[in-house]
Antibody
């Protein structure tokens, strides 16, 4: 069965960077985009971007341009999300999700809490 | 950026039905049925409950149904149960020729 397992909670200081990983299993990793979605405290779901593991094509939401980078390592079927210049407004639960043309986002990771605090 | 608009909250009693609307102006939303709905309980991963506006993934209760007409998609939950209390999000592609996604603001369903 399809599974996405994310790395553990992170605590960062303002100005730092964070990397969250997402290990995929149960399907052919390269055939589906990996999307990243976050939920800040008290806010709704916010789509951040997607990346295709095979082609390396990616697209990021405009508000994260310059701070957000996604990558994948196909040999270990793992996707990574790097967010830099963190502020307290980046405190959120970050989710990876598999993209599917008709379903949009069909399977989700368990979420990773990133806390930004001095 | 174009938005998907949902009511902030709805409520219903156990056994009743509620409908949550999602209104948008994006071409991919108004022209195609590429709308998904997600159920999100606090501390858990969002769960796909409706895709292509009206299709239920395997394992999703038939108490959940979806429909779409023009610029409005709707999620109906019938026979409300306590465990249905959650936040529900609609989601669509943000633009034509793009795999970028857009979420509605989310609707909190209170089961009274």
């Amino acid at each position: 069965q399809v599974q996405l397992v994310q790395s553990g909670a992170e605590m960062k200081k303002p100005g730092a960077s964070v990397r969250v990983s997402c290990k995929a299993s149960g399907y052919t990793f390269g055939t589906s985009d990996i999307n990243w979605v976050r939920q800040a405290t008290g806010q709704g779901l916010e789509w951040m971007g997607w990346m295709n593991p095979d082609s390396g094509d990616a697209s990021y939401a405009r508000k994260f341009h310059g701070r957000l980078s996604m990558s994948t390592n196909t040999s270990i079927t793992t996707a990574f999300m790097d967010l830099s210049s963190l502020t307290s407004e980046d405190t959120a639960i970050y989710y990876c999700s598999r993209g599917a043309w008709l379903e949009l986002l069909d399977y989700w990771g368990q979420g990773t809490l990133v806390t930004v605090s001095s | 950026q174009s938005a998907l608009t949902q009511p902030a909250s709805v409520s219903g009693s156990p056994g009743q039905s509620v409908t949550i609307s999602c209104t948008g102006t994006i071409t991919t939303f108004t022209t195609y049925n590429l709308v998904s709905w997600y159920q999100h309980h606090p501390g858990k991963a969002p769960k796909l409950i409706i895709s292509e506006a009206n299709k239920r993934p395997s394992g999703i209760s038939d108490r959940f149904s979806g429909s779409k007409s023009g610029a409005t998609a709707s999620l109906t939950i019938s026979g409300l149960q306590a465990e249905d209390e959650a936040v529900y999000y609609c989601c669509s592609y943000a633009d034509t020729d793009s795999f970028d996604k857009l979420f509605g603001g989310g609707t909190y369903l209170a089961v009274l």
